[in-house]
């Protein structure tokens, strides 16, 4: 019985810190990844850094966006922060 009184407190404990922390962070990570993922020509996104542009081409790696001035700019698919507009 002393046993599962020392015990039981440690599975509590992570099992909370499995659902207030753990779980949710994976949840935020598969979302991402499945939005960097299915990027498309003509998205409006928003980088990492704040910037706004439309998805000019798309590589395995690399995305270039095209800002509102007509520059293109080459980033890393990985720092595609959201998708604002489907194309």
């Known amino acids: ?4 009184g020392t015990v039981l407190p440690l599975v509590l404990m992570f099992a909370i810190f499995y659902f207030l922390l753990i779980r949710p962070q994976q949840k935020q990570q598969k979302k991402v990844r499945d939005m960097q ?3 498309q020509k003509g998205n409006k996104v928003i980088t990492i850094g704040g910037m706004h542009g439309f998805v000019d081409s798309i590589d395995e790696e690399v995305v270039v966006i095209k800002a509102g001035d007509g520059s293109r700019l ?3 698919r990985r720092a595609i922060r959201e998708v604002v507009d489907q194309a």
């Not at 019985?1 to 599962?4: F, W």
Request: glycine share 0%; net charge negative.
């Open 1 to 4: 019985m002393e046993l599962l």
């Open 37 to 39: 993922s299915s990027l």
């Open 74 to 76: 080459t980033f890393d």
